[in-house]
């Protein structure tokens, strides 16, 4: 069983949902991620949270909108999704917000119609 | 920003053959490395990694990794595969001095054949 959570592991969305993912690590880490996993392409690191505070957005679009309450838990609020954005969104998390490894949770599957 | 490349897209191979992913990336300064395996329908799990020391890096389930700098290489291999193997695998590199930004390769599919 890992150490990170997430839910729900399956969710279908239409492009006029609003949705929201969650995720919530029980290893005392301070960092933590939001990836997104598509078929045959690199992970794409979206948000980076370190001690709750983001330190990274790389260029993702507005329609993502993350929170992150306490050094615990973290969501990804979806809204006005596109089909494009279908895809596998992995929470990660690490002992701190530099280049060490990370601890990922099981994934949440997203269908957009 | 580095850049990680993973040269097999797929590979199929039958129990007991020998295996090697191969792994480079594109930064010139100090990095760490790791290898991920993510089982079919499970979460990415870390393997092995390296951050200094030894090149040759004993990881889980018999994997080991060697970390070759002049080449910006760092192949998977072992010795000889099982079925359980079967899944993909991501290589990964963090950069010191670009502390958030973990870039994965594009993974590779193993596949073996009972």
């Not at chain 1, 997430?6 to 990836?35: D, F, I």
Request: hydrophobic share 35%.
């Amino acid at each position: 069983e890992t150490g990170v959570t997430q839910t729900p592991r399956h969710l279908v969305m239409g492009m006029t949902n609003k949705k929201s993912l969650k995720c919530e690590q029980h290893l005392g880490h301070n960092a933590m991620y939001w990836y997104k996993q598509s078929a045959k392409k690199p992970l794409e690191l979206m948000f980076v949270y370190n001690f709750k505070e983001q330190t990274e957005n790389n260029s993702v679009p507005s329609r993502f909108s993350p929170e992150c309450p306490n050094s615990s838990h973290l969501f990804l609020h979806l809204h006005t999704l596109q089909p494009e954005d279908s895809a596998l969104y992995l929470c990660a998390s690490s002992q701190d917000g530099g280049w060490t490894d990370r601890d990922f949770g099981p994934g949440t599957r997203l269908t957009v119609l | 920003a580095q850049s990680v490349s993973q040269h097999n897209h797929h590979v199929i191979l039958s129990e007991a053959a020998s295996l090697e992913l191969g792994c480079n990336y594109s930064y010139g300064g100090t990095v760490n490395l790791f290898w991920y395996v993510q089982y079919p329908g499970q979460h990415l799990q870390l393997l092995l990694k390296y951050f200094s020391g030894d090149p040759l890096v004993k990881g889980i389930k018999g994997f080991e990794a060697e970390f070759i700098k002049s080449k910006f290489s760092f192949n998977l291999r072992k010795p000889s595969v099982q079925w359980s193997d079967t899944a993909e695998y991501f290589c990964a590199v963090s950069a010191l001095g670009n502390n958030n930004d973990m870039r994965f390769g594009a993974g590779t599919r193993l596949t073996v054949k009972p």
